[in-house]
């Protein structure tokens, strides 16, 4: 049997305020000055406004903008519910480290800083300034059969999300991730905490064939039976998280304390943001979604959220790709909102032909 203990046992920071409402008014304002038809950059616009009101002062600015992958094995991966075998999370991770994964790509393109974590990889891995060791164990337990980690652990697990972030500079943080199984632990997170069938969440991960994606959803399903009582969020964290998944909601929770934007990825690191919300609502005020992924969890996972994401591209990859892809967008934004003329500064008429005064 598993057991369940309250989420009292660990309590969040408090979320940091976004500015006032006055504040946002003048935002919009000088959005609503700016030299094109009203509205005219659409969702350009809205993220601009949310950015804005999320970061403050009069030129708005991305400073040191952090992507952390964390990695971990899951001992649910031995039940068959993945395209590849477990050992890719460790070979993905030197991959990582010589630089030539597709995080790694993006990252470059884009100067964002890229650290990776061992939260609880199987096997060793090399000393390398851009690697912290936080492993808690060689992977999960399988939630098949006990709870993926102990409560004390997944504890720990959040904290050191938390104290990793706070050593970190920058006001915007994606997080990526990687682990052979993480669809899976997501996909029972998402079903238990928002009471979807997990047939509905579950998806083909790295690229499950339909048996494949069959035999996955009879595990699952058998998963949720064999842990029936568990609904609070801390105890579902542990019974199907990953040390990975753990340590991202801490993460979450202690960049939005101090008041940095959270870039969302996909459907992994979502179901981080989903138990942050459960621990400390109103966290997702703090969250912009890159993209909606292939897997089908993350896209009712963004509407009970109320989230509309930015791209749609069909990306399943993970690794906090679709966030550095959406990146670019956000600095268009602010770039948009700090530098572009207003039509008096233009002298270009406004609506209906009124022409702007200049003097
Ligand atoms: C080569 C390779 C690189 C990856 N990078 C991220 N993932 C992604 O796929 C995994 C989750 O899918 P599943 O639950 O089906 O195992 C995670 O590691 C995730 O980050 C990868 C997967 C593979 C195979
Ligand atoms: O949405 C994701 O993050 C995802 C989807 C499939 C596989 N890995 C990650």
Redesign the pocket.
Known sequence: MSCSTPSSTYTPPPLARPVSPAARAHYQARLDEKTKPLGALGGLETLALRLACLIGGEQPELQDPQVMVFAADHGLAAEGISAFPQSVTHQMLLNFLSGGAAINVFARQHQLALTLVDAGVIGDLPAHPQLRHYKLGQGTQSSLHQAAMTEADCITAIKTGQQLVSAMPGNLLILG?MGIG??SA?SLIISRLLGLPITEVT????GLDDPGLARKQQVLTQVLARHPQVSDPLGVLATFGGFEIAMMTGALLQAASEGRVLLM??????SALLVAEQLQPGIKDWAIFSHR???PG?ALLLEALGAEPLLDLG?????GT?AALAYPLLVSALAMLNQMASLTEAGVSGPAGKIECTS
Not at 265 to 270: L, R, T
């Open positions: 991730e993480n669809t997501a998806g083909r991960g790295t990825d996909g459907v992994i690191a979502s992924s292939a897997e993350h990306l399943r990859l993970g690794e679709g």
